[in-house]
């Protein structure tokens, strides 16, 4: 199974590569303290060192993180005074539903409709996809103008992650 196109030593290449030439308590062992000596080792996918691409991310993600954080909080306070202070109104009921039906949904799916309504998908197109996507390396807008998608992305994106919390 899954030799059909491999010889012999392209198989035992890739079993050296991935450690499947040792048993599997001695990959275990190799691994445990290879994480105890904080060696995430190199990535299969970019041929990094893991710790050099999470320095290269941890400043987005602090970013959105504490943003995201902010817009949770300067939505979710003054929305429960205005609760507290129109108890037993439509306002309060409504309110109330909203949150019971915002319970039982999974927190991906409110940011997945956020994000395909608002980026060119069923019925809105306010952030093009393609400008400042990593594939096309932001190929369709030209100079400058390449940065301009970045901060309605990020609004977007910290919208999308307080909205599901």
Same mark, same amino acid.
């Given at each position: &199974?899954?030799?059909?196109?491999?010889?012999?030593?392209?198989?035992?290449?890739?079993?050296?590569? *991935?450690?499947?030439?040792?048993?599997?308590?001695?990959? *275990?062992?190799? &691994?445990?303290?290879?994480?105890?000596?904080?060696?995430?080792?190199?990535?299969?996918?970019?041929?990094? !060192?893991?710790?050099?691409?999470?320095?290269?991310?941890?400043?987005?993600?602090?970013?959105?993180?504490?943003?995201?954080?902010?817009?949770? *909080?300067?939505?979710?306070?003054?929305?429960?005074?205005?609760?507290? &202070?129109?108890?037993?109104?439509?306002? !309060?009921?409504?309110?109330?539903?909203?949150?019971?039906?915002?319970?039982?949904?999974?927190?991906?799916?409110?940011?997945?409709?956020?994000?395909?309504?608002?980026?060119?998908?069923?019925?809105? !197109?306010?952030?093009?996809?393609?400008?400042?996507?990593?594939?096309?390396?932001?190929?369709?807008?030209?100079?400058?103008?390449?940065?301009?998608?970045?901060?309605?992305?990020?609004?977007?994106?910290?919208?999308?992650?307080?909205?599901?919390?």
């Amino acid at each position: &199974m899954g030799r059909r196109d491999l010889d012999a030593k392209q198989l035992a290449d890739l079993k050296a590569l *991935y450690g499947f030439d040792k048993p599997a308590l001695e990959r *275990y062992v190799d &691994m445990v303290a290879s994480f105890a000596r904080f060696d995430l080792g190199t990535s299969f996918r970019q041929n990094k !060192d893991v710790w050099q691409l999470i320095k290269e991310k941890l400043p987005v993600s602090i970013s959105l993180g504490l943003w995201t954080f902010l817009v949770s *909080y300067l939505v979710s306070i003054p929305l429960g005074i205005a609760k507290a &202070m129109r108890e037993g109104s439509r306002f !309060d009921t409504l309110t109330t539903l909203g949150a019971a039906l915002r319970l039982r949904d999974p927190g991906l799916r409110p940011r997945r409709a956020a994000d395909r309504a608002v980026r060119g998908g069923t019925f809105l !197109d306010w952030f093009p996809c393609a400008a400042s996507s990593p594939t096309t390396g932001g190929a369709l807008l030209a100079g400058a103008d390449r940065r301009l998608p970045v901060a309605p992305r990020a609004a977007l994106t910290c919208f999308a992650i307080a909205a599901s919390r």
